[in-house]
């Protein structure tokens, strides 16, 4: 069964057709990376799978159900999680209490303890469990706010440009962890402009352009495409 699935989505602000006739389907297990260029709709996109803004027409799907109507919390209920581009971690308390919060809601006691040790394993923050959050690095506030988002264990996880503002390195280390995660068994949807992250993690993507699903395929396919190289690079495929 489709884990996700998009109809037919449209979205207007105004007199601006943001999300143009999306379709768009994911299956239990991928990890789908969606591009584009600036205001091609991604970001636009997102908010529509999670709720925040409601849909013109179409509809939205999650493991079979209709989810067009429901509110963001039921959607998040039913086992999507989000992490924006913003990194949203408590600045003013330690890595392991923003960790505490994200997982009290299921776990209490030893095993509330067990779980934050293993995510501060998963995140590489062991080490800076007592810090401030806002002592951080940016990128390790990234790391922070993933681990926030997979407390609940999503069956689909959508990343808002994971790797924004990070060094290589830092971004090969997050394509590792969403390698990881994926091989736990959880579906990733991400936005991004990385391409060296596109190729780390990606096994089908997504092109927006003006709204609409531009292309679609392997990553080999996007990158050997002169139409996405024309609109995503600002010139021809040499």
Known sequence: MTLLELRGLNKHFGGLHVTNSVDLALQPGEIHCLIGPNGAGKSTLFRLILGEYSVG??????????????????????????????????????????????LQSRHRGAVLAQEIDRLLAFLALEAEQAQSASNL?????????IGMAIALKPRLLLLDEPTAGMSPEETHMTGEMVRRLNAEGVTVLAIEHDMAFVRQVAQRVTVLHLGQVFAQGSIEEIVTDERVAAIYLGQAHA
């Open 57 to 102: 027409s179409g509809h939205i799907y999650f493991s079979g159900e209709e989810i067009t109507t429901l509110k963001s919390f039921a959607r998040i209920r039913r086992g999507l999680s989000v992490k924006f581009q913003v990194p949203g971690v408590f600045k003013g308390l330690s890595v392991r209490q923003n960790l505490e919060i994200a």
């Open 137 to 145: 690095s940016h990128g390790q506030k990234q790391w922070l706010e």
